[in-house]
């Protein structure tokens, strides 16, 4: 297989400078990596808070975003034995960790200290190749279909463990907030798959269309209900509450309000990132009413291996559309507006 020396990529000189698509050396892995002949990616909100710099952790620049990248392994350095050349493989979020640290040796990577992210502190998937650490790259079963499995690399792995972190079980209700986004459409079938009832909450008819396509229950739109707190409860068992809120919103108020809705004893789990935002809930009703607020961030190499497993095995189907790479900043601008029900996936030129 012969790897030419400059590809075509998604590159930001700095934050919020207009995306460029153009040539750049293709990159050489090192011993412990493979390189990966990307030939999708999904655009998730998280490229969009990255450019923009929204977050209190810096950003590598020049900058090549992506973190759901699926592709073939073209080249591998001289330590790797997972991965044999023509493997398909994928690229996430953590793209290394140090492997020695008490959270990797727990199997905690995530919260590794001097874990790499891609496309945010290492270079990422909107590129030709890409490189990441063999360890913590995705197996790909070939049956599998590039395109649809490339939103499980984050926003699938991501919701599946925010599930399992909730607590919630098979036959209780969670509250997905933001169901009709990338993560939530996602969030929406993991649940079902695991047995659990669902109350999407997002805003407008096309997102309602949706997740009523991906069979949830109910809706909830945020941008016409006159008490939202009374609507979501409504929905629910007895009318206590939701067991769990997941939360992927990318606005502030929900966070502050699924203490209003979350059942006694119930989990609310944040997992969206919207910029300078505050988690807030009543001292008084978290303790009498016994609520749990938690933050669940990606997933580690086993949630890895399950949620790309629920998807090999036909339970999780999530809409997405498919646009060429050059199309990133259309994307991004339709992503800003709240415009995209379920995901993007760019196709990369061969
Ligand atoms: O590991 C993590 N914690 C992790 C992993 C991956 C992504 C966190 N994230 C973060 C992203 O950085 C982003 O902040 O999760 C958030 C959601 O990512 P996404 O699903 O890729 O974004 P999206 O497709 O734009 O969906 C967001 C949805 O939120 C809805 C929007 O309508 C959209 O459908 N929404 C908003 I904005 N305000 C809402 C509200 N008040 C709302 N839905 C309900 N109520
Ligand atoms: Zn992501």
Redesign the pocket.
């Known amino acids: 297989m012969s790897i030419p020396e400059t590809q075509w990529a998604q590159v930001a000189e700095s934050v919020g400078a207009p995306l460029q698509f153009k040539q750049i050396p293709v990159p050489k892995p090192g011993p412990d990596q493979i390189l990966v002949k990307i030939r999708y990616s999904g655009v998730?909100?998280?490229d969009l808070?990255a450019w923009k710099g929204h977050w209190p952790l810096p950003v590598k620049f020049p900058l090549v975003g992506g973190h759901e990248g699926a592709g073939v392994v073209v080249a591998k350095g001289s330590l790797v034995t997972g991965f044999d050349i023509g493997d398909h493989a994928g690229l996430k979020w953590i793209n290394s960790s140090c492997s020695e640290c008490e959270h990797c040796r727990q199997a905690d990577e995530p919260l590794c200290p001097n874990a790499q992210m891609s496309g945010y502190t290492v270079d990422g998937t909107f590129q030709q190749y890409a490189v990441g650490k063999a360890t913590l790259a995705s197996k790909i079963p070939k049956n599998v279909p590039l395109d649809a499995v490339a939103p499980v690399l984050?926003?699938g792995i991501?919701v599946y463990k925010g599930l399992k972190e909730s607590g919630v079980r098979p036959g209780e209700t969670v509250a997905i907030?933001?169901a009709?986004?990338?993560?939530?459409s996602l969030a929406q079938q993991y649940a079902k798959a695991m047995g659990i009832r669902v109350v999407a909450?997002?805003?407008g008819d096309e997102?309602r269309a949706m997740c009523e396509s991906l069979g949830t229950e109910t809706y909830v739109d945020?941008t016409k209900s006159k008490d939202l707190v009374a609507d979501v409860k409504a929905t629910t068992p007895e009318g206590l509450g939701a067991h769990a809120v997941i939360l992927?919103?990318?606005?502030e108020?929900?966070f502050q309000q699924a203490a209003e809705y979350v059942r006694s004893h119930g989990t609310i789990v944040a997992?969206?990132?919207?910029p300078d935002a505050f988690l807030k809930a009543p001292v008084f009703n978290t303790v009498v009413r016994m609520i749990t607020i938690k933050g669940?961030?990606?997933g580690n190499k086993q949630d890895g291996v399950e949620a790309i497993d629920f998807f090999a095995r036909g339970l999780i189907k999530a809409p997405f559309q498919i646009a060429p790479l050059k199309d990133l900043p259309k994307i991004f601008d339709l992503?800003e507006e709240?415009k995209?029900a379920g995901r993007y996936v760019l196709e990369i030129p061969e």
């Open positions: 998730c909100h998280t808070h984050c926003a991501t907030v933001g009709g986004g990338g993560l939530g909450v997002d805003g997102k945020f992927l919103a990318v606005s108020k929900p997992i969206g990132l919207p669940s961030y990606v992503m709240g995209i």
